[in-house]
């Protein structure tokens, strides 16, 4: 219709300039009188032109309107979050058998996640993970979206190092590596707040810098840090089929340390105040007489290099600072991580599709007056092969390398290798096999030691977005 | 040699903070957009020229469904006017990601510089389940309209009209080059309307479902994918079942865009069929640096594979 439309005047726009050159020559003749006709003529058509203008005006906001009802339709069905948060679910089993296990099946988790925008300004999301345990509130933030400076408050994974601030199903393997178990808690889970800078540079660097009541598990200005740790550790307990093990080896590590510190007596005042906390060690972040000094400190910086269209290269490095770890005690903790990506892509597509080599190493510090300084040493490397042997689904090949000293005894390393293969069939459904063979110089459990073989299935219900934060 | 280093370290220093200043204002001159596509980037200059800088975040030779989520994407989405994209969900894998990070609400969905350009696009083989059975990739219909010439001149408007509603101060010099543009496309369309004769009635199969609107717009008809499902790779089965009835049905052409050659070349050698690879994207084969010759190379292309 509106093709015609713009025809017709188009039409009537030429008929008009003919019209005047047409009148020219008759205009010689008689000039008043052409030139009358001639004006008639033009008002005439002048007229008409108005009309066909108006139709048109007319017609152009009725198209625009109908333009901005399909807009508006469309970006309902494009973000249904605005009317609901998105909502996914994610499961993850995995069949083990170990040195200290005869095989057998473990639903580690269970993880429902929601998000939706809740205005311009900010989004807030929630994971909510079940695990043998019992059930958690794993994450649960508000995020802002449109500040220039991205804060986060809430209860969330802290911006230290790479992945400690992954869920575990959705790390390239399928078991947190030890070293990040035992350097940070697995997770780098924190109640606080948090903001990150991005850098007017042109290639990407950010800053962030947070304050938490701990970050991970232990990691923080509370000696009930502790009693979470023992709570996390039953999660990688399980995940390592040995809760009750683990507990008790936690459980004995930190009786050792409260009674290296036990005999400490400076601060008295504040010693007061923590012994009243004592009682909830449960609850650590509701103690309400929480100083400065309780907290635990963030910073991180963070940059990320195109080298080439199909190299680039992430670096990052993280310091987490307790000025004081233990309610009871006058000790400190600081944990330094560094990061390393080296990512390639090829650009021509074939069997190789892309490789990864990637790695993380932390240097733990512990001062305390009456053991001096502890200082640990540990991490790990991985390399991940994508491969497309033209077969449904997405395919990958890994070898994961882990050093994990224990805290307390640095000197204790539980070292392991681990070759594992993935396919996912679809974006919401992926298999992993996994070989570990482990060698525990901890000397008190089995459970890191010998040969282990893991088959990990996991599987996403409803909403997945690809978040920033989970990119490989 | 420390001495030297720690003497230069400030000097150093105070260069980059003076570099940083300075490539601030300089690059705020121009309006800053961001496409997902390079087809998108090449139209925007058309519609922009001087006025604009553009940059797209994703390579013509990558698959739009798996492009990897980069942190220097974030830089540039941080600092940018308006990003413009080709919706349908076509983007899933990575901007809705971005956007949640970049701190930007001029080009947050639904901010004035968020520019979708499939406004106004009928979208082609709309889901008739609400189920991921069938793959899980073209959620809200074929997302790939870019490679239909006559919707090439609707991602213009929208994207003259997108820049226009932020920008009002230069609407009538993107109007004046969509015109112009517009006025290029009408020239091309008829002339490719008549090189893609022999494509009419062509049955072909293609890798992804990626020439949907080519197809429609050449009256090739799509006979199979290689893929078992959108998303899902070939399975042997699926390869063995196609062949047949290709071979059955004498079907003359495969083609591939950003997808691995082996299996194509292999169906293309057991049935007969001739095989193409062709740019789904500005920039997805050599030499294919506007999105004219994107339309032009197809064209030409595909019609002398079957013309043989
Ligand atoms: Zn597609």
Redesign the pocket.
């Known amino acids: 219709m509106r093709l015609v439309e713009a025809k017709k005047f188009f039409l009537g726009c030429a008929a008009f300039l003919l019209g005047c050159g047409l009148s020219v020559p008759v205009g010689a003749q008689e000039p008043v009188d052409a030139l009358k006709e001639q004006l008639r003529g033009m008002q005439q058509e002048m007229g008409d032109l108005m009309k066909r203008i108006e139709e048109l005006e007319r017609k152009k906001a009725e198209a625009d309107r109908v333009q901005s009802v399909e807009q508006s339709v469309k970006s309902i069905q494009e973000s249904p979050s605005i009317l609901n948060p998105s909502i996914g679910l994610a499961i993850d089993t995995t069949f083990e058998n170990r040195a200290d296990t005869d095989g057998e099946f473990n639903l580690r988790s269970v993880e429902l996640g929601l998000s939706a925008e809740i205005d311009p300004y900010a989004r807030a999301y929630t994971f909510i993970t079940g695990t043998a345990d019992g059930v958690e509130i794993e994450e649960a933030a508000v995020q802002t979206t449109s500040l220039p400076v991205n804060v986060t408050a809430g209860r969330f994974f802290a911006d230290f190092g790479r992945f400690a601030q992954f869920h575990p199903h959705e790390l390239p393997f399928v078991n947190t590596p030890l070293s990040l178990t035992r350097m940070v808690g697995g997770e780098s889970l924190g109640t606080g707040v948090q903001w990150r800078y991005l850098f007017p540079t042109p290639f990407y660097l950010a800053l962030t810098g947070g304050v938490f009541n701990e970050i991970g598990h232990g990691h923080g200005g509370e000696g009930h840090g502790h009693g979470e740790e023992g709570e996390e550790h039953g999660e990688e307990g399980e995940e390592h089929g040995e809760e009750g093990e683990e507990h008790e080896e936690e459980g004995e590590e930190h009786e050792e340390e409260g009674e290296e510190h036990e005999e400490e007596g400076e601060e008295h005042e504040e010693e007061g105040e923590e012994h009243e906390e004592e009682g909830g060690e449960e609850h650590a972040d509701e103690g309400g007489s929480r100083s400065l000094r309780d907290l635990t400190y963030l910073g991180r910086l963070h940059a990320f290099f195109d080298l080439s269209e199909t190299w680039n290269l992430e670096v990052g490095s993280s310091l987490a600072h307790s000025p004081r770890t233990e309610m009871e005690e006058d000790s400190r903790r600081s944990l330094l991580g560094v990061d390393v990506t080296l990512r390639h892509r090829p650009l021509v597509p074939g069997f190789y599709e892309g490789f990864t080599v990637a790695g993380e190493w932390f240097v733990n510090r512990q001062d305390a007056h009456d053991t001096g300084t502890t200082t640990a040493r540990g991490g790990y490397a991985y390399a991940n092969w994508d491969v497309n042997p033209e077969l449904p689904g997405k395919w990958s090949l890994g070898l994961l390398l882990d050093s994990a000293p224990e805290l307390d005894n640095p000197d204790d390393t539980t070292l392991s290798l681990s070759p594992y293969i993935t396919w996912a069939p679809s974006e919401f459904n992926r298999l992993r096999l996994q070989y570990t063979h482990g060698w525990d110089d901890v000397g008190e459990s089995e459970a890191h030691d010998g040969a282990q073989v893991y088959l990990q299935w996991t599987t996403v219900l409803g909403s997945h977005t690809h978040g920033f934060r989970e990119r490989r | 040699m420390t001495s030297t280093f720690t003497r230069q370290w400030p000097r150093a220093a105070f260069t980059l903070s003076l570099v940083l200043l300075l490539a601030g204002p300089a690059a705020a001159q121009k309006i800053r957009v961001v496409t997902t596509i390079p087809d998108l980037a090449d139209i925007t200059r058309r519609i922009g020229k001087e006025r604009v800088s553009v940059h797209s975040l994703t390579l013509g030779v990558r698959d739009?469904?798996s492009v990897q989520v980069k942190p220097s994407m974030v830089s540039l989405l941080n600092r940018a006017d308006a990003v413009v994209l080709m919706g349908l969900s076509l983007e899933h894998a990575f901007l809705p990601a971005l956007l949640d990070v970049a701190a930007n609400p001029r080009i947050a969905r639904g901010g004035i510089g968020y520019i979708d350009t499939s406004t106004g696009v009928v979208p082609l083989k709309p889901p008739k389940t609400l189920s991921r059975k069938g793959g899980d990739?073209?959620p809200r219909g074929?997302?790939?309209y870019n490679l239909d010439p006559v919707l090439g001149k609707l991602i213009a408007r929208n994207i003259a009209e997108g820049l226009s509603k932020a920008h009002g101060e230069h609407r009538a010099f993107f109007m004046k080059n969509l015109q112009a543009y517009t006025a290029e496309l009408d020239r091309r369309i008829p002339g490719w309307q008549k090189a893609a004769r022999g494509l009419d009635g062509v049955r072909f199969v293609s890798y992804?479902?990626?020439m949907a609107y080519f197809a429609k717009r050449y009256g090739m008809r799509l006979f199979g994918t290689l893929e078992s499902a959108?998303g899902i790779g070939p399975t042997p089965a699926h390869i063995v079942q196609l062949v047949e009835r290709m071979k059955a049905a004498r079907v003359p052409l495969v083609v591939y865009g950003t997808y691995p050659s082996r299996v194509p070349q292999r169906v293309a050698r057991e049935t007969g069929a001739a095989v193409v690879p062709v740019p789904l994207y500005v920039g997805g084969r050599p030499g294919v640096d506007t999105y004219v010759k994107l339309i032009d190379y197809l064209v030409t292309h595909l019609s002398k594979a079957v013309a043989r």
């Open positions: 739009i469904h990739i073209h074929n997302p790939h992804h479902d990626d959108a």
